[in-house]
Structures are given as C-alpha cells and as structure tokens.
C-alpha cells in the first residue's frame, strides 16, 4: 500500500506543472496582446520628406513653412495644419500628400501645384479712359503668382473708376489665357457703353431752403451748355456721396442740428440720369448761451471778445469752429502743443435752442527740444534753419511752425516741405522735425519770340538759384536776335555776414537797333538789402552804366538827334519790396509790393540828371477748385534835371508779354515821326484769371485782361489813353523752368497793328 504523504507529494507536483504551463501561456497570449495593441499607439518615424510639382519655388521655401521634420513622429494633425500653411503662401492651386511605408518608417511626398504666373496685363475696348489711368488703379503685376480672388477685385476696381467718370453703365469682365510654362495673360474686357449725364437733381424733404440754393450747394450738377468744357453733368459716385456731407454742412452752418440725408435715389433712364437727395431738416436752433470749462476770467473774456459764434445768433457750425480753431491757435501760442478744445451741445427742442460749452483740455506746457532737418541732400542745414520762426529752448508756438514751413516754402528749393513734431525725452519738450524734398533749383532754359520790330529773338539763360546749398543766385542771361544783343550776369548772397543781409553785383552788355538810331550799354551794379521786417527788406543799388547812341538816322526826330554820342549814367537806388508769395516760382497766393526812387547825376560820377519813380503791386487770391485770381498795377514816372529831358534810354516804353500783351515789344507810348520815344510816365493793368490743367505736372490755363501805356511829358496820365487787350494762355513749371505762352488779341487795333500777338518767355511769373 502506497504511503499517503508520497501520493500528496505525488498530486503536488503534477497540479504545479499544470499551474505552470498555464502561467506560461498566460504569459505568452499576454504578449501577443501587447503586440497587437501595441501598433497604433507607437506611430512611424519620418525618415524623409520630398517635395515635387515646384516650379519657381524652391523646396526649401517650402520646407521652412512646414512643422513636420524628418526623425520626427508622424502626426496626421500636423501634416494636414502643414497643408493650411503652405495653401495660405497663395503660392499654389492644390497641395497633398502621400505616405509612403519604408523600412524602418515613412516617406512623405508633398505634392504641389502652382498657381500660374501673370506674364501680360491687356485691355480691350478701352476707348474712353487711357490705359495708364487703368494701370494706376489694377494691382495685379506681371511675374506675381495669379490670385483669382485679387482679380475680381480689379474687376471691381476698374468698374469704379469708371463710374466715377461718367460711365455708369460700363460692364468689366476678365479673360485668362494659359502661356507656355505655367503663365498666363489676364485680358480684360470692357464694354464702355454710353456716358450717363445728369439730366435733373432733386431734393424732397427741403422746406427751409429752395431746390435753386441747395443745387448750388453739391457738386453733383446737370447737363449743361458748356458741359463739354466743365465736366458738368457727369454722374460720379465719390463725388455724390460727398454732396451728402456738403449738405450736412450746410444745414448745419444754418442751425439744423438734427439735419440728415439719406443716400441719393438714382433713377436711369434712356435719356439719363435723374438724382434725388432726401432730406430731414428737422428744427433751427438758435445759441442761447455760450460759456468755458476750465478757464480763467481773463482767458474767458478774451475768448469773448474774439468769438464769431453769438448768442441770440443762429446756430452756425463754421463759426464754431473758426472760433475752436482761434482757440487752439491762443493756447499753442503759448506752449500748450497739446490743447484740445471740445465742443458741448445742450439743445432744447421746445424751445429750439441750444447752449454750447467748450470744455479746453491746455495739457502740459512744452518747450521747444531738438529742430531736426532730414531731406535737404543739397541744401545746407543753416539755409533751412534761418527761415525758422522758432529755435531750441523757446516756447512752443504752433503758428510760428506754420510760418517756419511758409518761409522754408517760399525759398523755391523744394518739392514739399512738412514741419512736424515728436517726442523728445524731456518730458517738457517737443523735437521739431523739418522734412523736406528738394526740387530743381537750377534751370537751363531757351525761348524764342517774333515780333514785326525784332523779328526773331533767341533767349537762353542759365541760373543757379542754390548756388553750393547756400541760397546763393548766379544767373547768365543771353538775348541775341536781329536788332538786339543783350548779354548779363549777376550774383546774389542772400544772407551776408549770416544776417539777413544781401548783396549782388550785376554786369551787363547791351546792343539794339532801332529804327532811328543804334544805342550800346555796358555797365554793372552793386546791391545791398536788409530785411527790417517780416517778409519786408530796404534795398539800395548802385548803377554804373555807359551808354552810346549812334547810327541816328537823318530823319529823327531832334530829339533823338541830341543825344548822339556817349554818356555816362551813376545812379543810386532805393527800394522796398514786400513779398509774402507762397511761392517765388509757382504762386498761388500772396502780395508782391515794390517802390523804388532812382537818382542820378553828376555829383554821383554821371553826365544824366533825373529821377524815377516806381510804384508796383500785385497780389494772387485763391478761389475755388485751384483757381487764383491775379492782379496787378503798376506806375512809373520820371523826371530830367538840372533842365535835361529823360534820356530816351531811360524812358518808359509798354508793349509785350511783360506789359500789355497782344502787343508788339515796346510798341506802345509817345511817337514822333512814326518812331516809339518811350514816355516820361507809364501805367499798367493786368488782371489773370489762373485755373489748373493738369495739376500733377503744374500745368496752368489763364485768360487775361491787360490795359496799359506810356506818356509823354506833354501828356497826363488818363485812363482814356490806356491801351487795351485780352488772351488766353498757359503757363507750365516745366523742367527747364517757368514757362508762359500766351496768344494775345489789341482791343481797339489801330491802323498797322497786328490782329493778335504769340508771345513766350521761360522765367518767374511777372
């Protein structure tokens, strides 16, 4: 009998080697599962990423926009942010990618595919509108990638400008023609159809002012007689939504506070145009009381005192604002660059009045920190900085700025000036900073002119007028024709010993034939001038000259005949000028005011003894849309003395485009025999009316009104014996300088006399 305890071993180790055959299964489907579920959890490396489809963009460039890297894991979310970035370049059409398994991990392919790129920009039907003027609107370039998007929005643009010329109804569409190597042509085509004018403009809702006062208010005008010649009648969509704020304006000038309009009805038809504004004038408000937040009693009563905006007056918003701009101009006068006025309304509708209260903000008081020029390649930063109206260290005043940029302005050196401020690191001042553009300043220029007496006449001048960036002025003059010679030079330095002292010399030589008579002159002159004050300088001159008459005819009059020979003339000159121009070459604006009393005589060194007198005036006002109205006077008188008559070189002779157009050179005045002696007195009156051609290159029309002539000793001066005319013209800044032409017609013609009179000259307005 088997022992008990040996069968117990017996089932023991039996039951153990089933135990661990099932721990080693269990064991073994354990990992099996690990393996299984293992897979997705541990995703593949990136060995290598490959980039093809680029044509014009480098792999690189791509590679740099992506996140995913080779030896980094694969991660779908990454690749597919990795596709958004690369479609956001606008570089390409279409962008995938493929996975591709190797050993070890993946290879992934970017696929692309490029946009194409612009090579040409057409229009077509185009017959209206240049095609520079839909170049400067189109965005789109050749060598850019092709944005469709971009595209219409050209579409669009084009539309614009055409319907901001009149036509409405123009349809603009594209074409896109595919090129060789990926590129196309983008043509667009324009169907211009006809320019729709305005036929009536209307207005509903307006019971204080009458249709005939609120069309003189917008721009937006009907079709009119001289249409053709100002563009009247043409429907433009910038300019009636501007009418819209015209009208605003207005009412509001007029005390209709609640005034709104709503955008224009445009009503087409086959015959035009038909516009109608709606308005809501709503009630007018009269100013019951005005008073001042945050002001002293002295400041308050001379605010007071100055404001154009008055109680019991009806509410007027352009007065208030001239009155906040005094205010402003008050406070920036004395150091508070950053005084803010802000205006209060306390209307009451019953009683339809309003209360207005400004509320000042002064702010801090600033001095003046660093002036800081930028721009002048040429010009030398002391010529800038002596025009200024204010220095470092002084208080900060805004209207001295504003007359710093006018003087700067009106050197003549510049193409734009613009005086600013910025910070500067003294919380208590302000840099000024002066920006400027410099223009031409020397000019090399010819003309050519014809007259009955000088038959042709060939001019050419050079003239520095910035001489080394030192303001400085050399000028050689040349005029060479078939009765005359004149040859001159002259320097100027406008700022002598760095004072507002000038001084010049002048030589010249001169030859002209006369009918009667040849006259020669050399001489020269030396010039001093002090500007005492603003925009006012004293001169005086001196004149050394020579001059021989020969060749007198034996049929001139006697008094020519007398002054056969050689004299001398040693003169002395005083002279003022004011001159506030806004610009020497290009005025539009300012007073230009000379007086000068010339003697001469033996006790300076001469054989002449006399007396001029001259008086000059002109003043240039602007109008509307650019235009300026131009006008001037001037006399002259002269006296011999010691019992001799005006040397006949001396005496006043009118006639031509620096006098009284229409008319020959020197053709006017006192005559003996048929010959033109020149007048003891002389009076002359031009009035121009400036209006712009083609603003961007400085291009100016005029038309013109002259009346002028010379007098003889016999003779008073009289308006009866003025000589009329009238023209028309241009004058353009052209590269070689100022350039005039003007086509002249006499008035009352007389008997010899040309029927009108072409004249040019190359030089500064007169």
């Known amino acids: 009998m088997r022992d008990p305890g040996a069968r117990l071993h017996e089932t023991g180790v039996r039951w153990g080697g089933v135990c661990a055959g099932v721990l080693i299964l269990l064991a073994g489907l354990g990992g099996w599962l690990r393996a299984v579920h293992a897979e997705p959890n541990a995703p593949p490396v990136v060995l290598e990423i490959e980039i093809t489809g680029n044509q014009r963009i480098e792999p690189d460039v791509i590679r740099l926009k992506i996140l995913t890297k080779p030896g980094t894991a694969l991660n779908p979310r990454t690749v597919r942010e990795d596709i958004r970035t690369i479609m956001k370049t606008g570089y390409f059409?279409?962008?995938?990618?493929?996975?591709?398994?190797?050993?070890?991990g993946v290879h992934l392919v970017y696929r692309v595919e490029e946009r194409p790129t612009i090579r040409d920009i057409r229009f077509q039907g185009n017959d209206e509108l240049k095609e520079k003027d839909l170049q400067e609107v189109v965005t789109l370039q050749p060598n850019h990638f092709l944005s469709v998007s971009q595209l219409k929005e050209n579409v669009g643009k084009i539309r614009k400008l055409y319907a901001n010329e009149g036509y409405f109804l123009a349809d603009v569409d594209y074409e896109i023609e595919p090129l060789p190597n990926n590129q196309v042509a983008v043509v667009f085509g324009i169907q211009e159809n006809e320019e729709i004018k305005v036929r009536r403009v209307l207005f509903l809702g307006n019971r204080a002012f009458p249709d005939s006062k609120l069309r003189k208010v917008v721009e937006t005008k009907k079709k009119g007689l001289f249409s053709f010649l100002t563009?009247?009648?043409?429907?433009?969509?910038?300019?009636?939504?501007?009418?819209?704020?015209?009208?605003?304006?207005?009412?509001?000038?007029?005390?209709?506070?609640?005034?709104?309009?709503?955008?224009?009805?445009?009503?087409?038809?086959?015959?035009?145009?038909?516009?109608?504004?709606?308005?809501?004038?709503?009630?007018?408000?009269?100013?019951?009381?005005?008073?001042?937040?945050?002001?002293?009693?002295?400041?308050?009563?001379?605010?007071?005192?100055?404001q154009q905006l008055q109680s019991g007056e009806i509410f007027s918003r352009e007065k208030l604002q001239r009155d906040i701009a005094a205010m402003t101009?008050?406070?920036?006068?004395?150091?508070?660059?950053?005084?803010?006025?802000?205006?209060?309304?306390?209307?009451?509708?019953?009683?339809?009045?309003?209360?207005?209260?400004?509320?000042?903000?002064?702010?801090?008081?600033?001095?003046?920190?660093?002036?800081?020029?930028?721009?002048?390649?040429?010009?030398?930063?002391?010529?800038?900085?002596?025009?200024?109206?204010?220095?470092?260290g002084d208080v900060y005043s805004g209207s001295a700025l504003r007359d710093s940029r006018a003087e700067i302005n009106r050197l003549g050196f510049f193409e734009s000036v613009n005086v600013s401020t910025e910070t500067a690191p003294e919380p208590d001042r302000l840099n000024v900073v002066v920006d400027v553009k410099e223009g031409q300043t020397g000019t090399?220029?010819?003309?050519?002119?014809?007259?009955?007496?000088?038959?042709?006449?060939?001019m050419a001048n050079i003239t520095q007028s910035n001489l080394f960036g030192r303001a400085q002025v050399v000028s050689l003059n040349a005029e060479i024709g078939g009765t005359r010679q004149n040859f001159s030079l002259s320097f100027t330095e406008p700022w002598l010993f760095d004072i507002p002292l000038s001084a010049g010399v002048d030589a010249y030589l001169t030859e002209r034939e006369y009918t009667d008579f040849t006259r020669n002159a050399v001489g020269g002159a030396f010039r001093l001038g002090y500007e005492f004050f603003r925009n006012i300088r004293a001169n005086v001159m001196y004149k050394y000259e020579q001059v021989e008459i020969t060749d007198v005819s034996i049929f001139a009059?006697?008094?020519?005949?007398?002054?056969?020979?050689?004299?001398?003339?040693?003169?002395?000159?005083?002279?003022?000028?004011?001159?506030t121009l806004d610009n020497p070459m290009y005025p539009t604006q300012g007073w230009m005011n000379m007086a000068s009393v010339e003697f001469a005589g033996t006790v300076f060194g001469g054989d002449n003894d006399f007396v001029k007198i001259r008086l000059d005036t002109g003043y240039y006002l602007p109008l509307f849309w650019g235009t300026t109205i131009?006008?001037?006077?001037?006399?002259?008188l002269g006296y011999g003395m010691s019992g001799d008559r005006l040397p006949v070189f001396e005496r006043f002779f009118v006639g031509g485009i620096s006098t009284v157009r229409g008319y020959d050179v020197r053709s006017l005045g006192p005559e003996t025999q048929g010959t033109v002696i020149g007048g003891n007195k002389e009076l002359i009156f031009n009035v121009e009316y400036i209006f712009p051609l083609v603003p961007q290159v400085k291009l100016r029309g005029l038309v013109f009104f002259d009346a002028g002539n010379a007098f003889s000793e016999d003779e008073g001066l009289n308006f009866q014996g003025l000589r009329l005319s009238a023209?028309?013209?241009?004058?353009?800044?052209?590269?070689?300088?100022?350039?005039?032409?003007?086509?002249?017609?006499?008035?009352?013609?007389?008997?010899?006399?040309?029927?009108?009179?072409?004249?040019?000259?190359?030089?500064?307005?007169?």
């Open 329 to 392: 101009d008050y406070f920036t006068d004395r150091g508070y660059a950053f005084a803010e006025i802000t205006p209060l309304y306390f209307p009451d509708e019953s009683a339809r009045t309003v209360n207005v209260a400004y509320r000042v903000n002064k702010g801090p008081k600033v001095r003046i920190g660093e002036i800081v020029i930028r721009g002048n390649t040429k010009t030398r930063d002391k010529v800038i900085r002596r025009e200024m109206e204010t220095v470092e």
């Open 630 to 636: 131009h006008a001037r006077a001037r006399l002259g």
């Open 93 to 104: 059409r279409h962008v995938t990618v493929e996975e591709l398994a190797v050993s070890g």
């Open 727 to 766: 023209g028309g013209g241009f004058r353009w800044f052209s590269p070689m300088g100022p350039l005039t032409f003007v086509l002249g017609f006499p008035i009352d013609r007389r008997p010899g006399e040309d029927s009108s009179a072409v004249q040019f000259s190359i030089g500064a307005p007169f």
């Open 444 to 458: 090399l220029s010819g003309g050519a002119g014809f007259s009955s007496t000088d038959q042709f006449v060939f």
């Open 231 to 306: 563009s009247s009648g043409v429907y433009k969509e910038d300019i009636l939504r501007d009418d819209v704020t015209r009208l605003t304006l207005f009412y509001l000038d007029h005390g209709y506070l609640q005034f709104s309009a709503d955008k224009p009805l445009t009503l087409t038809t086959a015959d035009g145009m038909y516009i109608c504004f709606v308005l809501s004038e709503g009630s007018q408000y009269t100013v019951k009381e005005i008073r001042w937040e945050t002001l002293n009693e002295q400041e308050e009563l001379h605010f007071r005192s100055k």
């Open 557 to 579: 009059p006697i008094t020519l005949a007398g002054e056969a020979g050689r004299s001398t003339t040693s003169s002395v000159t005083f002279y003022t000028v004011h001159d």
